[in-house]
């Protein structure tokens, strides 16, 4: 979702708020600073958000011509991971894998 053009984030958002609004009020916060920290980082990292001995990273593929979100991750269990392997090892192979497949795809 943070991969997806603002229009369209805000339209889900706007759902979820109008569809479980308890959600919402839950996860606001949580979204906002994924918000930010994808902004910076360029991935998203959920550090066991959805289950706790679930780690992942992921981010979107540019992909022209495509009006669906096309994206990439690598999710490891927490238990195996040493700390910080996921920013300093998985996300940048990962970014790495990403550019090489934009530009595959004509992207500049």
């Not at 229009?7 to 759902?15: G, H, W, Y």
């Not at 708020?17 to 009020?25: H, Q």
Request: one cysteine or more.
């Amino acid at each position: 979702m943070l991969g997806a053009p603002t229009s369209e984030r805000d339209a889900i958002l706007n759902r979820i708020k109008l569809e479980d609004p308890e959600r919402y009020a839950t996860d606001a916060a949580v979204w906002r600073g994924d918000l930010k920290a994808f902004a910076e980082r360029g991935y998203c990292h959920s550090r066991g958000d959805w289950r706790k001995e679930v780690h992942a990273v992921g981010a979107p593929i540019r992909v022209p011509r495509r009006e669906e979100l096309v994206a990439i991750n690598c999710t490891l269990s927490a238990y195996r991971l040493k700390p910080d392997t996921l920013e300093n090892d998985v996300a940048p192979r990962m970014l790495d894998a990403i550019r090489q497949i934009e530009v595959a795809c004509g992207m500049p």
